[in-house]
T-cell receptor, first 112, second 114 residues
Framework: DSGVTQTPKHLITATGQRVTLRCSPR?????VYWYQQSLDQGLQFLIQ???????AKGNILERFSAQQFPDLHSELNLSSLELGDSALYFC???????????FGQGTRLTVV | DQQVKQNSPSLSVQEGRISILNCDYT??????FLWYKKYPAEGPTFLIS?????DKNEDGRFTVFLNKSAKHLSLHIVPSQPGDSAVYFC?????????????FGPGTSLSVIP
């Protein structure tokens, strides 16, 4: 158990809909990262938050947004969903400084 | 931009032999790298790291080598075991401060054949 909790584990929704993925980081970790892993693809960095503030952006679509709340949990919002958005979405957390990131088990999103 | 490349999508090795997984990088800010292992339907798990002050780091059967001049690192698994079959990701840890951006390579799928 990495200590990072992602909910839900599975999500099936229709094209055009909006979903919210939730991540609770490890206790004390201030950084939260979101990654997307499409079929047969590597991990694509989407966005990072640190203590409530956006710190880095990767290949995140404009239809996607994220935020980190005062209790440090984070949400990734995906809207106007397309079939190609079907993927595993991972959240990871780390402490400040020289530490490795710990991943949650992911949310499998299927857009039909 | 930081880039991490793993040019071998897959690798098969006999049980008991050495597995060598390679990784090349560009534009790393601090030459600090991580290796992750990922089983199907699970999140990646941290395996081993190496920082720029070292050219080798060892943890049990796993050793990572860093060649800064060649911008290359490799993960050696000796001896390989069937349970090592997984996808291995090399990652650039990014900056040393709290502003960090971990960039992953595409991964290498390792199969250890009994």
């Amino acid at each position: 158990d990495s200590g990072v909790t992602q909910t839900p584990k599975h999500l099936i929704t229709a094209t055009g809909q909006r979903v919210t993925l939730r991540c609770s980081p490890r206790s004390g970790d201030l950084s939260v990262y979101w990654y997307q892993q499409s079929l047969d693809q590597g991990l694509q960095f989407l966005i990072q938050y640190y203590n409530g503030e956006e710190r880095a952006k990767g290949n995140i679509l404009e239809r996607f947004s994220a935020q980190q709340f005062p209790d440090l949990h984070s949400e990734l919002n995906l809207s106007s969903l397309e079939l190609g958005d079907s993927a595993l979405y991972f959240c990871a957390s780390s402490g400040g400084g020289f530490t490795e990131a710990f991943f949650g088990q992911g949310t499998r999103l299927t857009v039909v | 931009d930081q880039q991490v490349k793993q040019n071998s999508p897959s690798l098969s090795v006999q049980e008991g032999r050495i597995s060598i997984l390679n990784c090349d990088y560009t534009n790393s800010m601090f030459d600090y790298f991580l290796w992750y292992k990922k089983y199907p339907a699970e999140g990646p798990t941290f395996l081993i790291s190496i920082s720029s002050i070292k050219d080798k780091n060892e943890d049990g059967r796993f050793t990572v080598f860093l060649n800064k001049s060649a911008k290359h690192l490799s993960l050696h698994i000796v001896p390989s075991q069937p349970g090592d079959s997984a996808v291995y990701f090399c990652a650039d840890r990014g900056m040393k401060t709290s502003y960090d951006k971990v960039i992953f390579g595409p991964g290498t799928s390792l199969s250890v054949i009994p």
